[in-house]
């Protein structure tokens, strides 16, 4: 009996068995899907039906925990900018006022979707207030798209002010339903005083934060400590993250330490994104240009959560994102010198950041899964996983096929013999 084969299956497809397929720790074998979640145990998998996933991997979802969705691909629109971080702000706010509420709602769904289809279910997306009237149309797109995509990618709305921002405005942003507070401190003439006040209006709300911290190579730049100290003593379960951390990789070994122990007994989190940080900064270093990737290992060692994001896509922060975290993950081993397997870990990360249950394909956990067909992470991430199946609750919700190239490598070798 021929059993069906993973690239076969189509969105609304129910999983029962899926057989020798391989999971994240290497081992090949049975698994079945019951009632929504992995069991492995015999009498689930007995009988002669299923999927063969020869040649294909059961992997933990990506979560993409540092998104502008709200931003995406709008790099040809806003004239091609090409420079730093500081470059691409001021671009941003010439070009933004342009951007209505139907336009960015169809960014973000285009955005959402690539995502989802690469196996990303889960997803923080900052969203700006928007330059011109009513800044918080963005906020309002993005919201209605969290229940537009329930069930398909749990989105997490981080709303994300400027210094020059009122905070009553801040506060309505808060009452459209923004998940989180975040900003971009170190770009305020007063960067301690402007987090001062982030996190007074967080807790006045009752909410989390997520700030862009430090995205300087600047060493001067530690708001993270400053976040650290304002945020330790909140109830465990209220979200402090710190995304970027550029300026940790310029740090000497002995203020790193104390740094990454004061994040660590705060309860902070660190999202990393590699692509953004890469293109957006060192653009004054020509030559020795320094990588901005805040040091992944040390950050791990110290006990501090450690996510990453895709940051942007094709908008003039980084006219290259494409919302694919196996990207991110490839960066994050190539750039960040984590093995294959961290960086997946690492990708996959955000899962328990938002709250969502363990999806690594053990006896028990929710059958929320991506099937790539591979051999290994390391080659998952090494082809881009061109052949993708995304599984919510047992059933497949996207499919991405891309494997159909073809070489005529007969005649070519031939030719090559006769000359
Ligand atoms: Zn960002």
Known sequence: MTLPTPDTLAPGAALNVLRNVTTADGTTGDVAVVDGMISTALDDIAGPAGIDASGWMLLPPLADMHAHIDKAYTWEMAGRPAGSLEDAVACWQTFGARLTQADIAAHARRALTAALRAGVT?????????????????????????????????????????????????????????????????????????????????????????????????????????????TAAWPAERTRSAGHCVSLAVQPEDVLDDVLAAAAAAGLSIITNPLTNLYLQGWEHPVATPRAIPPLHAIRRVGVALAAGGDNVQDPFNPLGNGDMVDVAAALVIAGHLSPDEAWQVAAAGRSLLGLPTAEGAHGDVADMLLVRAGSIAEALAERAPDRVVVRDGRVVATRHLSTATVDIDTHVSKEISV
């Open 122 to 230: 889960a997803v923080r997306t900052h969203v700006n207030f928007h330059e011109g009237e009513d800044p918080l149309r963005g906020l309002r797109a993005v919201v209605a798209l969290r229940e537009e995509f329930a069930g398909l990618v749990d989105l997490q709305v981080v709303a994300m002010h400027g210094h020059l921002h009122d905070s009553d405005l801040v506060r309505e942003a808060i009452a459209v339903g923004a998940d989180l507070l975040g900003g971009a401190p170190h770009l305020s003439p007063d960067p301690a005083a402007e987090m001062d006040r982030t996190i007074a209006l967080a807790e006045e709300a009752g909410i989390g934060v997520d700030l862009h911290t430090d995205e300087t190579l600047n060493p001067a730049s530690l708001d993270i400590v400053h976040l650290s100290r304002l």
